[in-house]
């Protein structure tokens, strides 16, 4: 008898530290055998799950003959793009069939006023999902706690009938109401205790919320990290400056239940600030490390200066954080992975999302910074944030120690399995 073909398992992911957790657990389910990963990789995410030799499919696959006015409006849309973060074939289909679902959920006047407003993210492409989950035919599907395509995903799966699970990549504060829906992934994999308890004081029935850690940190604390980093500092002649770690993230103009004006340029003043500290003292050096979906930080690298440099998209993020003395932060899980690193850090606030990321009350950030108090924190003979000895200071009580953070891909697995056991018939 031939053996039985492997069941699939669909995992839907925006490239950044979406990929990142997820990535790690596709990889175990291929090797140990136990599924057939398939990724719907969005954005940035095509590179490295094809990179890891996993298999990718984007919306250009779920085009299909009908779909000539949502292309042509996707091409409209794309040309708007100020930062074209994917293959234009995949810009032009994720946002033409976003778009067309929208219209078809609202209206046309609606999507247009939604989308106006919020552009990309006002979608929740319900469609497109339900064609991919057509093409792969899942038996589970697994997604991270961002909102449109992912959130999507969960929610076609729910209305099939597929087991689907929920990965909370850090704190889960701005998605709380939605995590607690009864209705809302079969399994939520949280990053703690206190994650956990917060999704159950909001409702969420104890039995389906899963301490499991993020995978994305799990390589933190991998001696070959350490080591690159600190190749990477004495290869930039870097020995004995206090080195900065910018590690930027996107500002949105608008964001759909957040009040107040996002400024989009604000990533990029204070970038500047950083650097004009850093011009002014020989003794500060200065990596920057934009967003996967924000533009390259070619004019930083035009500067040519000695003690400022771009940390390219092929330096690993944890090696790039041992790299730094210092990670500075808005509101990225940057900022969490350096915490478990040992490294200080400073978040800068003045972000339209701030309240999502309480990292000085967590204990997560050592100090807080506005974009005017660059000047003074960081000027000739200003005291200096230090990282513990070798990177070896306990965590924040709101993060999981090292061995915790180690062991996080193995233990989404074993949730994973434990799912798709109770559903087979």
């Not at 969005?42 to 499919?57: C, D, F, H, N, Y």
């Not at 210092?326 to 899980?333: A, D, F, G, Q, Y």
């Not at 967590?362 to 070798?390: F, K, N, Q, S």
């Not at 949730?415 to 559903?423: G, K, P």
């Amino acid at each position: 008898m031939s053996p039985q073909p492997l069941p699939t398992w669909l995992f839907v992911c925006y490239g950044g530290g979406h990929v990142q957790a997820l990535l790690p657990v596709a990889q175990q389910v291929r090797a140990q055998g136990i599924a057939r990963p398939v990724c719907l990789a969005l954005t940035t995410a095509a590179a490295p799950v094809r990179a890891a030799g996993l298999e990718a499919l984007g919306f250009a696959d779920l085009v299909q003959p009908g779909d000539e006015a949502a292309l042509a409006r996707g091409r409209e849309l794309a040309a708007g793009l100020q930062v074209q973060a994917a293959a234009l074939e995949e810009s032009v289909a994720y946002l033409g069939l976003s778009y067309a679902d929208l219209a078809a959920r609202l209206g046309e006047a609606e999507a247009a006023a939604q989308y106006a407003r919020f552009g990309r993210q006002a979608f929740l492409p319900l469609g497109p999902l339900g064609r991919a989950v057509d093409r792969a035919r899942p038996s589970l599907v697994v997604a991270t706690n961002s909102p449109r395509a992912e959130q999507a995903a969960i929610e076609v799966a729910r209305s099939r009938g597929i087991p689907s699970a929920c990965l909370v990549d850090l704190l889960g504060i701005f998605e709380r109401e939605r995590l607690a829906r009864p209705d809302f992934a079969d399994a939520i994999l949280v990053l703690n205790e206190g994650v956990r308890a917060s999704l159950v004081a909001a409702g969420r029935d104890p039995t389906q919320v899963r301490v499991t850690g993020n995978p994305a940190f799990d390589s933190v604390h991998a001696p070959e990290m350490r080591e690159q980093g600190a190749r990477l500092r004495h290869e930039a002649g870097w020995d004995g400056l206090h080195v900065l770690l910018y590690a930027s993230s996107p500002e949105p103009a608008e964001s759909p239940g957040m009040a107040g004006q996002g400024d989009p340029a604000f990533p990029r003043r204070l970038e500047a600030a950083l650097v004009a500290a850093v011009q002014a003292d020989p003794q500060l050096a200065l990596w920057v490390r934009r967003h996967p979906s924000e533009g390259p930080a070619d004019a930083i690298a035009a500067l040519a200066h000695p003690r400022i440099r771009v940390a390219g998209r092929d330096m690993p993020l944890h090696a790039c954080i041992h790299a730094s003395d210092e990670v500075l932060v808005t509101v990225s899980t940057v900022g969490v992975e350096a915490s478990l690193a040992g490294k200080p850090v400073t978040q800068l606030r003045g972000s339209i999302l701030d309240a999502l990321s309480p990292y000085l009350r967590l204990g997560i950030a050592r100090r807080e910074a506005r974009l005017e108090d660059i000047p003074a924190l960081y000027r000739p003979g200003a005291v200096r944030l230090r990282p513990a000895p070798d990177g070896l200071a306990d965590p924040p009580a709101a993060l999981p120690g090292p061995a915790a953070s180690q062991d996080a891909a193995a233990r989404v697995v074993a949730v994973l399995q434990s799912l798709a056991e109770r559903s087979r018939p």
